[in-house]
């Protein structure tokens, strides 16, 4: 059992899909004993490999499940739903625990963090249970913390770090095994405006850099960072539209108005391109 | 993976030292109890075997036995009876005497001591060697003229005449209604570690030796005789080989004729007392187990405490076994550590026992090494159930956790 090598399923590490989401006719019942609750109806949607999508919603609207489904940490009750080509839908929990460890990068609205455990051994974790070797997960987690301003505070414990460098360690958490799809949870939640800014700047960054990030919101000013922005009520999807990102239009408002870049990035190159 | 589990739970294990601290105390205990127990036994058992040596692994007493109901006086051995059985079985035979003492009172003046004198053959040191500091053993003349003469310990000789160097010193004693005066030939010294001397008290009264001819003249009866085999004599091949001569010479059946050796005695003091630290050392086994419940306990509180944790980890890709193995080596790390102390604790009392008893302690390291894996399996045992409770947390429902 403990020495036992480590299988995981091909299908997990070689599948690449352009629509990196895929939504058909998904419906997620909750059964709570006496009254089955609808929490999403029938939703269909895509995102496609280097988006950056904002999912809206007032509590209550769904949104909150949606994330769970989309970071495999649910199932969904009717329909599929394809994450990088793969149906999630009937696969037992532990290739689903494989699939948010390779293909997920989480990013909670509370951080999150492993209490008493450096920022570094945070980062480290999801390489640890891809079996990275401790000098690889060392480098590498060192390089994360490096790439989001933290390189000199690897040693330091979540408790005494502020909000929004916990922030950053989480998202440096999240990027730890180059995955495709980075699942942000009302990530400016718990922060002030000034950290929230610096935040979604981030998260543009690795956008820019050729990351997918999708992240649910019900602030209009956070949701204005994207490219696309998905708006939800009652568990259903109500409208869905390209939005031009705040960083651009600062831009376009100073120099040259620009043709609005729709979200391309035609070929991710998972390492690469984060690394 | 094995080192990173290992790593987690010495993390787990040290940011909160006074709680594992006081969860191991319990294994900590019962296994410090175990050791302790057992190797106090099995100190014991040497002390005893050591005594019995003393006594002579070679000897044995033979008599008619006390349970036959018709006893007559041709039941007893006499002086010459003894010789012959000396003759017949010489090559098998190395020293026989008629298991012969007196207890009586040495008078020096003023100075009275109690003592019990062994009667004794002058070849008596062939099988039981004396360390004789003054003077000499009994000797063949000693024993053919039946001599007034003993040999002292020297702590009686010390009482009685206020030092040990009392060669050729008198005292008065009554031997077979007899009072007479009797002449010191030779002092010895015995060493006996304090458990020892505990456990073969003899008393207050003082030892030495005295030709067996003065104690049992001629004529004299006695109930048993009491002899040596020769090295290499088999006491078990040779017992019905005497038995069956005594019962001819008495004309007894065999099965009237009893003979006690020192080795049976030995291997039944020896059986009782192993049993002894068996039960004991089972007893104190149980304080393991409730050491196991305390852990399984604390790893519930920890459970709890960490749902959250075990959301992230959930979360960030860990299976169920994954969190399953990380708990169990928690568990396991925690009861094996206390068992380590534990035998710290336990190898230290039977040490500091044996230097204030000046006695060898034996630590077996079959049973340390049963202590050790009886406590990781404890710790593994009662860690299933917390570990497996963590394992299967909803991770939806563990990130919500406050």
Redesign the interface.
């Given at each position: 059992m403990w020495k036992k090598k480590e299988v995981i399923p091909d299908y997990i590490t070689q599948n690449v899909s352009e629509d990196l989401i895929k939504l058909v006719d998904m419906v997620k019942i909750y059964d709570t004993g006496s009254i089955k609750v609808l929490g999403l109806k029938r939703v269909n949607l895509t995102i496609k490999r280097g988006e950056f999508v904002a999912i809206m919603g007032q509590s209550g609207s769904g949104k909150s499940t949606l994330m769970n489904i989309l970071g495999c940490l649910d199932r969904p009750t009717m329909g599929h739903y394809f994450l990088d080509g793969i149906d999630t839908a009937d696969l037992p929990s532990d290739d689903l625990s494989a699939i948010r460890n390779r293909k997920i990068g989480f990013v909670f609205q509370s951080f999150n963090l492993i209490s008493r455990t450096s920022a570094l051994k945070n980062v480290e974790l999801p390489m640890t249970y891809a079996h990275i070797s401790k000098k690889a997960r060392e480098k590498r987690a060192l390089e994360l913390l490096e790439r989001v301003g933290l390189g000199t505070r690897y040693e330091h414990m979540p408790n005494e770090l502020s909000g929004g460098q916990r922030q950053r360690v989480a998202i440096a958490r999240a990027l730890a095994n180059e995955p495709p799809l980075i699942l942000a949870d009302e990530p400016t939640g718990n922060l002030d405006s000034a950290s929230s800014v610096e935040i979604m700047e981030l998260f543009s960054k690795l956008h820019n850099e050729g990351a997918t990030v999708v992240l649910v919101t019900h602030e209009e000013d956070i949701a204005a960072f994207t490219n696309r922005i998905i708006r939800f009520r009652d568990g259903s999807l109500v409208s869905d539209t390209p939005n031009i990102p705040v960083s651009k239009r600062e831009k376009e408002e100073s120099e040259e108005p620009e043709e609005p870049e729709e979200p391309e990035e035609p070929e991710y190159q998972s390492g690469d391109a984060l690394c | 993976?094995?080192?990173?589990n290992m790593s987690m739970a010495l993390?787990a294990i040290k940011?909160n030292k006074m709680r594992s601290f006081l969860t191991m105390l319990g294994i900590i205990i019962g296994i410090g109890a175990v050791i302790a127990i057992v190797s106090v036994g099995d100190s014991m058992r040497n002390v005893f075997t050591d005594a019995y040596k003393d006594v002579g692994i070679n000897r044995a007493l033979i008599l008619v036995s006390w349970e036959v109901t018709d006893f007559r006086s041709s039941d007893y051995f006499d002086r010459d009876e003894m010789e012959r059985v000396k003759e017949v079985f010489h090559d098998k035979i190395a020293y026989i005497d008629t298991n012969s003492s007196v207890d009586t009172e040495a008078v020096n003046r003023l100075k009275k001591v109690k003592f019990d004198f062994q009667g004794v053959d002058y070849n008596y040191t062939d099988v039981q060697p004396q360390n004789i500091i003054y003077g000499r053993f009994i000797n063949e003349a000693d024993v053919k003229k039946a001599a007034n003469h003993v040999v002292l310990e020297d702590k009686g000789a010390v009482q009685l005449f206020g030092t040990a160097d009392c060669v050729g010193r008198t005292f008065r004693m009554t031997v077979n209604k007899n009072t007479q005066e009797f002449t010191v030939v030779g002092v010895y010294h015995k060493d006996l570690s304090p458990l020892a001397a505990m456990l073969l008290n003899n008393g207050q009264k003082q030892a030495g030796f005295i030709p067996d001819t003065v104690v049992s003249p001629k004529g004299n009866m006695s109930q048993v005789l009491n002899f040596y085999v020769r090295d290499g004599v088999n006491m078990k091949e040779f017992q019905p080989e005497i038995v069956k001569y005594i019962a001819k010479t008495k004309g007894r059946k065999e099965s009237d004729i009893r003979v006690m050796s020192v080795v049976d005695q030995m291997g039944n003091v020896d059986s009782k007392l192993s049993a002894m630290s068996a039960a004991v050392g089972g007893i104190a086994a149980i304080s393991l187990l409730v050491g196991g419940i305390g852990i399984m306990n604390i790893m519930m509180v920890s459970v709890t405490e960490r749902t959250?944790?075990i959301?992230?980890?959930?979360?960030?890709?860990?299976?169920?076994?994954?969190i399953m193995?990380q708990f169990l080596t928690e568990s396991a790390l925690m009861s094996a550590c206390g068992g380590v102390i534990g035998i710290i604790l336990g190898v230290a009392i039977v040490m500091i026992g044996g230097a204030v008893l000046k006695t060898t302690v034996i630590v077996r390291p079959s049973v340390v090494v049963m202590a050790v894996g009886f406590s990781g399996l404890v710790g593994i045992f009662f860690g299933i159930y917390p570990a497996s409770k963590a394992a299967k947390a909803d991770?939806?429902e563990a990130?919500r956790y406050e």
């Open positions: - | 993976m094995l080192r990173e993390h940011s959250r944790e959301g992230i980890r959930k979360a960030l890709g860990a299976r169920t076994r994954d193995i991770p939806i990130l």
